[in-house]
């Protein structure tokens, strides 16, 4: 190798090496900062959690209650379940990622049911907040509660028409049952 390193077999094959190490080197490190973003994409995309329902979509007024004991409501139209966290047979949201949340429920009724609505915000079977009105002075109750509080992952959240209550609602929406994370804490 000393007279001609430039024709020497094993001069050009340890060029070529240091090449092919200095290529895997650099794929290695971007393959890195690749996988490192699609984490961080990844870890926003489970960040994302938010539902809200109606009581149901019907263009003609239906009532909903009056019942002999508690139940939880089962919202049925859906307007975003980004998550998939609420489930609309059982009118139950789990919550995905742990983290503090802002959940809103408002309730509606008529006097041509019952004029009393009065419901209950609940986290794993117990009470956040209530929403209640009962037999006010004209032909219509609503109400609605707003709430942020800290939830972990799997808590189960619902709203429980109380017993003796009733809803009122139609195309308009008057019943929904809203949440989202506003951070997450896990």
Same mark, same amino acid.
């Given at each position: 190798c000393v007279t001609d *390193?430039?024709?020497?077999?094993?001069?050009?094959? *340890?060029? *070529? $090496? #240091?090449?092919? +190490?200095?290529?895997?080197n650099?794929?290695?490190?971007?393959l890195k900062d690749e996988l490192m973003s699609?984490?961080? $994409?990844l870890n926003n995309m489970r960040s994302r959690s938010a539902f809200s329902v109606a009581l149901n979509n019907n263009s003609a007024m239906v009532?909903? #209650?009056?019942?002999?004991?508690?139940?939880i409501i089962k919202y049925k139209h859906v307007f975003i379940n980004l998550g998939d966290g609420y489930n609309v047979e059982t009118g139950i949201f789990t919550v995905p990622r742990s983290g503090v949340y802002s959940l809103s429920v408002t309730v509606y009724s008529s006097a041509r049911v019952t004029l009393s609505n009065c419901v209950t915000l *609940?986290?794993? #079977? +117990?009470?956040? !907040? +209530? !929403?209640i009105e009962r037999s006010g002075q004209d032909l219509e109750d609503s109400t609605s509660v707003v709430?942020?509080?800290q939830l972990n992952a799997g808590d189960q959240l619902s709203v429980r028409l109380l017993q003796g209550c009733s809803l009122s609602d139609d195309i308009n929406h008057y019943n929904?049952?809203?949440g989202f994370l506003l951070y997450a804490s896990d």
């Open positions: *390193q430039a024709s020497c077999g094993c001069c050009l094959m *340890q060029k *070529q $090496i #240091g090449r092919l +190490e200095k290529f895997f650099m794929s290695i490190n971007k699609s984490k961080m $994409i009532s909903y #209650g009056p019942f002999s004991s508690d139940s *609940q986290v794993n #079977g +117990e009470n956040v !907040a +209530e !929403a709430v942020a509080v929904t049952f809203t």
